[in-house]
């Protein structure tokens, strides 16, 4: 992965700002930005992703400019070809496994049965080793289970690279180590940059090809 940002953002609420300026550049696969809690790690992975817009600066990934303040480039969410996963997760209670995992892809799966599926779908299922579970509803899987889903349906746009905003605080500490292990294991696998933001150092040392250590919303250590 080639990634090289230099941003600047203030972001105002009940009369308090907050200001993040942060500037890094690496070649690393796999990057972990690693703070405590509005340390500016999430208004960070945001501005990657298209959700908030810097003030001003740029943002170069895989060699293309998603934002340059100077230039005026600043392109949608949608345009940026990356995946998000979202803390919540935030899959669809009313879909069951298979069709939230389709709803990334432009046709979904009416009933969720095996031989309506298209055949990416499936290989997911299996990879993810969800295949049981495929015709079951959020509510009806557990914490590992709806990280699976997230991620499948993350990863079966081909995003040219994955963003994970805290992907293990939910998890108890025996489901956190099995979950960073498949994580490991999948995104070895399928070689797709990762960019993951946590507060725990253990994720750090297991993803972290590049570590950015953030406080106040700025950068304050790299390795």
Known sequence: ??????????????????????????????????GASGSGKS????????LITPDSGKIILQDRCLFD????????????????????YALFPHL????????ALHHSIINGRKHSMPEAVQYWLELFKLEGIQFQYPDEISGGQKQRVALARALIVNPKAILLDEPFSA??????????????????????????????PEDAKVFGDAIIEIENGHIIKTS
């Open 1 to 34: 992965m080639n990634i090289d940002f230099s941003v600047h953002k203030t972001l105002t609420a009940y009369k308090r700002s907050f200001t993040l300026d942060a500037t890094y550049q690496t070649e690393a696969n796999r990057l972990v930005i690693l």
């Open 43 to 50: 208004v960070l992975l945001k501005t990657i992703a298209g």
């Open 69 to 88: 303040s100077t230039t005026k480039i600043n392109l949608k969410p949608q345009q940026r070809s990356l995946a998000y996963l979202f803390q919540s």
């Open 96 to 103: 069951n496994v298979a069709q939230n995992i389709s709803f």
């Open 171 to 200: 998890l108890d500490t025996n489901l956190r180590a099995i979950m960073r292990k498949e994580l490991a294991e999948v995104q070895e696998k399928l070689k797709i940059p990762m960019i993951l933001i946590t507060h725990d």
